[in-house]
């Protein structure tokens, strides 16, 4: 069982961004000696944006990764001695352009704990205000291909899982579908 494995060393091979790529190894219950790869990156944010029309607020970006276009829910790094609350309201603004002050928590969540130790608090904001243009937080933002746009929750909702939906990555599947669980259960939709 990993869980009682010893640690016998660790090696951080990547420390830069506010990311880690760490190499452990490892001592299992049984004396078998093996390596335990993982990123760690600091905890972060992730907002659910909704204008007073029920539209989801989304980014689309060109991510290298997939050398592709992705769109996302609003996000990014908790700073240190941030609360989690400042950071969505930051994060929000930063990269949308918008505000609220109607964020309501609907919980802390692992991305992909195989492979990464980092947390996201989710936030709902509703009832989001459109104020100025988004306002970069870091100088390799100045080359990210970054645009907002406005889709209609209930278009967003009703395609998810299918071919033409938009949203093609998991934890962004999961928190929609988070907040719509929440505004339903509220009567907000």
Sequence with gaps: MIRLAKLL???VLFDKYGKKFIVEKLEMFDGVH?????????PGVVIVALDTDKNLI???QFRYTFNDYTYENPAGGIELNEESLSAAKRELF???GYKSENLISLGTFYDLPNEVKHSAQVFLAHDCQYFSPPAFDADIEKYYD???EKHPFSEII?????PSC???SAEQTAVIFLAHRYLATHDLL
């Design 94 to 96: 930063e990269e949308t």
């Design 146 to 148: 970054i645009t907002v």
């Design 58 to 60: 989304l980014v689309r």
């Design 9 to 11: 060393s660790q090696k």
């Design 34 to 42: 093996c390596e335990w790869a993982y990123l760690e990156s600091h």
């Design 166 to 168: 938009l949203i093609k």
């Design 158 to 162: 009703n395609s998810l899982g299918t």
